[in-house]
């Protein structure tokens, strides 16, 4: 059995997904606590599963521990077999989804660093919320009538979109400004296996 380590509302939501796209329902373990207390995983220490002491993590069947979100979501991507959750290997769509997955990891996921790290001014915030807009207008731009970032079928690399849009809501950034991404993301959002990671982990009812 797979198990992932996860907490509500980080990046984690988006391996999560994508298992479940691919008809897996994870084990779930649920990562508490904060510097400089330990992070919890159960009542074990979390950074005796990673040390890198983040998440995700997921432990796979021979009870190795796969780490980095973009390297989970294309393990679970894999798993899907024929979903198309990821293009296959040699295919201009399987580097298009790995442009993507890089895109999102470096320039919108990082972009949200000011504002959950101490110690950076308002100003920086501000500037920190100007660039992050203009990498959405540019995903905007890209996405155009497809109703996915590959086209006609969803991929891991929609997983970790979705995800790191619905962080806007923590930073006071209206994704109503983006109307292409505001449906993109309510379509996803709608998806059954979108609704039983956030079911599981707590974030809907």
């Given at each position: 059995?797979?198990?992932?380590?996860?907490?509500?509302?980080?990046?984690?939501?988006?391996?999560?997904?994508?298992?479940r796209e691919?008809?897996?329902?994870?084990?779930l373990v649920r990562v508490k606590g904060?510097?400089?207390?330990?992070?919890?995983a159960g009542d074990v220490e979390y950074a005796t599963i990673t040390p890198k002491n983040?998440?995700?993590?997921?432990?796979?069947?021979?009870?190795?521990?796969?780490?980095?979100?973009?390297?989970?979501?294309?393990?679970?991507?894999?798993?899907?077999?024929r979903t198309g959750l990821a293009p296959a290997a040699g295919t201009p769509a399987r580097y298009r989804m790995y442009e993507w997955l890089g895109y999102i990891n470096s320039e919108l996921h990082k972009g949200f660093g000011p504002f959950f790290a101490p110690g950076y001014s308002d100003d920086q915030k501000a500037a920190g919320r100007a660039a992050l807009g203009r990498k959405l207008d540019f995903v905007q731009r890209s996405l155009g009538d497809g109703p996915w970032l590959g086209g006609g079928q969803f991929t891991v690399a929609d997983a970790y979109l979705f995800t790191?849009?619905?962080?806007?809501r923590f930073i006071d950034v209206d994704l109503a400004q983006w109307p292409t991404l505001q449906a993109y993301h309510e379509r996803a959002a709608a998806r059954p296996?979108?609704?039983?990671?956030?079911?599981?982990?707590?974030?809907?009812?």
């Open positions: 059995m797979l198990t992932l380590y996860y907490s509500p509302n980080a990046c984690s939501l988006a391996p999560h997904i994508a298992l691919a008809g897996i329902e994870p084990g904060r510097a400089p207390a330990p992070k919890m983040y998440v995700p993590a997921l432990r796979l069947e021979d009870g190795s521990v796969l780490t980095e979100c973009v390297a989970v979501l294309a393990y679970a991507g894999d798993l899907g077999g790191v849009l619905g962080w806007l296996a979108v609704q039983a990671a956030m079911k599981a982990e707590g974030l809907v009812k």
